[in-house]
């Protein structure tokens, strides 16, 4: 997943928990006139204008909080960009042993394919059209 898809599914599950836990936010929230790629787009211009290149987590949700609350905002151009989410992923049991045993798979199904790859025969050096001189026939 590309760093701006993750920073935008990370903005949407706290915008989604806010509304969950704040009966006022989710009123909000709830707006229309407002979508999620607006928000992305509202909170990547207000970065850009800011001349910094780092953020609390605290700044950028209140800054999606911040869109939803006003009815009238420029969002601003869509900017072509990336984003680095400064997430760390934390995997359950679970998916670790699932994402072990993906990879034991794959590596033995990359060694099975390379002892293929040395059994097959080589193909045969071409055949020249010229016949081959023998020493009989001098």
Same mark, same amino acid.
């Given at each position: 997943?590309?760093? *701006?898809?993750?920073?935008? %599914? +990370?903005?949407?599950?706290?915008?989604?928990?806010?509304? @969950? *836990?704040?009966?006022?936010?989710?009123? /909000?929230?709830?707006?229309?006139?407002?979508?999620?790629?607006?928000? =992305?787009?509202?909170?990547?211009?207000?970065?850009?204008?800011?001349?910094?290149?780092?953020?609390?987590?605290?700044? !950028?949700?209140?800054?999606?909080?911040?869109?939803?609350?006003?009815? /009238? !905002?420029?969002?601003? %151009?869509?900017?072509?960009?990336?984003?680095?989410?400064?997430?760390? =992923?934390?995997? +359950?049991?679970?998916?670790?042993?699932?994402?072990?045993?993906?990879?034991?798979?794959?590596?033995?199904?990359?060694?099975?394919?390379?002892?293929?790859? @040395? @059994?097959?025969?080589?193909?045969?050096?071409?055949?020249?059209?010229?016949?081959?001189?023998?020493?009989?026939?001098?």
């Amino acid at each position: 997943m590309k760093g *701006t898809e993750q920073f935008k %599914k +990370t903005i949407q599950t706290y915008l989604d928990e806010r509304a @969950r *836990t704040d009966e006022l936010f989710a009123v /909000t929230y709830a707006k229309e006139n407002k979508n999620i790629d607006d928000c =992305i787009t509202f909170i990547l211009n207000q970065v850009k204008n800011s001349g910094c290149n780092g953020f609390a987590d605290d700044e !950028i949700y209140s800054l999606a909080v911040h869109y939803y609350d006003e009815d /009238t !905002i420029d969002v601003g %151009k869509p900017l072509s960009c990336n984003v680095v989410v400064n997430h760390q =992923i934390v995997l +359950t049991d679970e998916e670790k042993a699932a994402a072990r045993q993906e990879a034991i798979t794959r590596y033995q199904e990359e060694e099975i394919r390379k002892m293929r790859e @040395r @059994r097959k025969p080589k193909p045969a050096a071409p055949q020249s059209e010229q016949p081959v001189p023998s020493l009989f026939d001098m």
